[in-house]
């Protein structure tokens, strides 16, 4: 069974920096690739970074390019994303999701690309 476990967040204040990290059991990144997304209150889930299978160069949504960086750690299965200069606009759960395609070649930016999914993490930026 496929299980993916968030962890890292949490109450910071503006300009702070947070890692999160997503470990995933039953399933590997590497043969399928995966998305970091958040969802603010009253708003629709929206892609921020993913990587393809193989652990490929990471691709990031335009609005946090330069501010978040996705690494893997290869060995342990897990995916982190730093996050600096945090905003209140990045307030929101935080999600991270393992594509449904086996070894898909790009990464996907729908939500629908993705099969499993944690139960999310809370980032809270206050100003």
């Known amino acids: 069974q496929v299980a993916l476990y968030e962890s890292g967040g949490g109450l910071v204040q503006a300009g702070d920096s947070l890692t999160l990290s997503c470990a995933i059991s039953?399933?590997?990144?590497?043969?399928?690739?995966m998305g970091w997304f958040r969802q603010a209150p009253g708003k629709e889930r929206e892609f921020l970074a993913g990587?393809?299978?193989?652990?490929?160069?990471?691709t990031y949504a335009a609005g946090v390019g330069g501010r978040f960086t996705l690494s893997i750690d290869n060995a342990k299965n897990t995916v982190f994303l730093r996050m600096n200069s945090l905003k209140p606009g990045d307030t929101a759960v935080y999600y991270c999701?393992?594509?449904?395609?086996?070894?898909?070649?790009?990464?996907?930016?729908?939500?629908?690309?993705?099969?499993?999914w944690g139960q999310g993490t809370q980032v809270t930026v206050s100003s």
């Open positions: 990587l393809t299978w193989n652990g490929g160069s990471p």
């Open positions: 039953g399933s590997s990144f590497l043969e399928y690739g």
């Open positions: 999701a393992r594509n449904r395609e086996l070894r898909r070649r790009s990464v996907a930016r729908e939500v629908g690309a993705y099969a499993y």
